[in-house]
T-cell receptor, first 114, second 111 residues
Framework: DGGITQSPKYLFRKEGQNVTLSCEQN?????MYWYRQDPGQGLRLIYY???????QKGDIAEGYSVSREKKESFPLTVTSAQKNPTAFYLC?????????????FGEGSRLTVL | KNQVEQSPQSLIILEGKNCTLQ??????????LRWYKQDTGRGPVSLTI?????NTKSNGRYTATLDADTKQSSLHITASQLSDSASYIC??????????FGTGTRLKVLA
């Protein structure tokens, strides 16, 4: 089945450690996105990429890094510089030729800093 | 400033009852507005999309409306089921790929 796979589902990190969240899609979508979701807030954009080897900062990029070496993959690294990394992280993708711009989401990764 | 506001924040209803969720949006340039359903601990799933020229669109027991003049949208759920318990997120699309998310309405359906 086509879709977006995020892993791990749950992740625990000690302060000062970097962690990488995986996002893979087999929808042949051009654009991929990382969002952060906190209770009582709307989804906030961390990074997005519209083409391989290119990505742009979103609204809250500080303390995060990404890469887009393959069309199917868009991993997110949460670095030790991120002051409050505990959150639910959602990866999404869209087809740029689809003018409606529907976002397809993965199942999310919940990161907890101990 | 682009923004999407949803009300109420949370809602509790009995199984079988109807309910309506509200979304006010300020999105420019406006492309479309979507409603997503998000089960707890899962990713959001699209329910319906509304463009500028559409007033009403149904998807099973879900009916969305859009008033482009007042910049308001609503999501009406008919004959609610326990499985409708979730957060419902209103998302405005500005241009082609700028998404503005509301904070969601958390719906709880009780037996």
């Amino acid at each position: 089945d086509g879709g977006i796979t995020q892993s791990p589902k749950y992740l625990f990190r000690k302060e000062g450690q970097n962690v990488t969240l995986s996002c893979e899609q087999n929808l042949n979508h051009d654009a991929m996105y990382w969002y952060r979701q906190d209770p009582g807030q709307g989804l906030r954009l961390i990074y997005y990429s519209q083409i391989v080897n290119d990505f742009q900062k979103g609204d809250i990029a500080e303390g995060y890094s990404v890469s887009r070496e393959k069309k199917e993959s868009f991993p997110l690294t949460v670095t030790s510089a991120q002051k409050n990394p505990t959150a639910f992280y959602l990866c999404a993708s869209s087809l740029m030729s689809d003018h409606t711009g529907e976002l397809f989401f993965g199942e999310g990764s919940r990161l907890t800093v101990l | 400033k682009n923004q999407v506001e949803q009300s109420p924040q949370s809602l509790i209803i009995l199984e079988g009852k109807n309910c309506t969720l509200q979304c006010n949006y300020t999105v420019s340039p406006f492309s479309n507005l979507r409603w997503y359903k998000q089960d707890t601990g899962r990713g959001p799933v699209s329910l319906t999309i509304m463009t500028f020229s559409e007033n009403t669109k149904s998807n099973g027991r879900y009916t969305a409306t859009l008033d482009a003049d007042t910049k308001q949208s609503s999501l009406h759920i008919t004959a609610s089921q326990l499985s409708d318990s979730a957060s419902y997120i209103c998302v405005g699309t500005s241009g082609t790929y700028k998404y503005i998310f509301g904070t969601g309405t958390r719906l709880k359906v009780l037996a």
